[in-house]
T-cell receptor, first 116, second 117 residues
Framework: DTEVTQTPKHLVMGMTNKKSLKCEQH?????MYWYKQKAKKPPELMFV???????INESVPSRFSPECPNSSLLNLHLHALQPEDSALYLC???????????????FGPGTRLTVL | AQSVAQPEDQVNVAEGNPLTVKCTYS??????LFWYVQYPNRGLQFLLK??????LVKGSYGFEAEFNKSQTSFHLKKPSALVSDSALYFC???????????????FGTGTKLQVIP
């Protein structure tokens, strides 16, 4: 099973709202990722967690706050977003560990975020 | 720095004909290469990867890709296209010499494949 689930599928929020995106995997993967994808563009890496610790932050604005409560869950907390933050937010996971260079990332279906 | 290029924004092919989606890469060391497919409003689905060994890699849904080190290419192929193959295809590369961290994968800009009935 290579399933990564994401909730919600769609989210509409105002610029003053606080919301969270959730990602879950039960493949025993130890690396989890958040990507942002604009229409017809490649995914852009935002954050990487490895063994539940933040290992990469691609200079993402602080209005995006990631959290990894345990090895299966990854959250992205959103606050005071801008309309230009509207995009498809993708979560991915990979095995991590010893063979990290050959790791394959498996993606969830994404959350379509619209900021009004 | 690692990079990958997909020179065609769109590829059109008739159903039943062979298809090729092109990808070239640039890395410092030996590349690890991946192909993903994305259907509208969906996440990316892993198709196949090249790590080492046989230059012809077989993947999901009848797709295969050929690694060519001299031409720094990793083109995706399928002998007979289906209308259901119509989607956005991304090539990706990971460079072991990349100082940015092993988890970083660089994606190409994507190629839209349109299979015409």
């Amino acid at each position: 099973d290579t399933e990564v689930t994401q909730t919600p599928k769609h989210l509409v929020m105002g610029m003053t709202n606080k919301k969270s995106l959730k990602c879950e995997q039960h493949m025993g993967h130890r690396a989890m990722y958040w990507y942002k994808q604009k229409a017809k563009k490649p995914p852009e890496l935002m954050f990487v967690y490895s063994y539940e610790k933040l290992s990469i932050n691609e200079s993402v604005p602080s209005r995006f706050s990631p959290e990894c409560p345990n090895s299966s869950l990854l959250n992205l907390h959103l606050h005071a977003l801008q309309p230009e933050d509207s995009a498809l937010y993708l979560c991915a996971s990979s095995q991590g560990g010893t063979h990290v260079w050959t790791d394959t990332q498996y993606f969830g279906p994404g959350t379509r975020l619209t900021v009004l | 720095a690692q990079s990958v290029a997909q020179p065609e924004d769109q590829v059109n092919v008739a159903e039943g004909n062979p298809l090729t989606v092109k990808c070239t890469y640039s890395v410092s060391g030996n590349p690890y290469l991946f192909w993903y497919v994305q259907y509208p409003n969906r996440g990316l689905q892993f198709l196949l990867k090249y790590i080492t060994g046989d230059n012809l890699v077989k993947g999901s849904y009848g797709f295969e890709a050929e690694f060519n080190k001299s031409q720094t290419s990793f083109h995706l192929k399928k002998p007979s296209a289906l209308v259901s193959d119509s989607a956005l295809y991304f090539c990706a590369v990971r460079d072991p010499m990349n100082s940015g961290g092993y988890q970083k994968v660089t994606f190409g800009t994507g190629t839209k494949l349109q299979v015409i009935p």
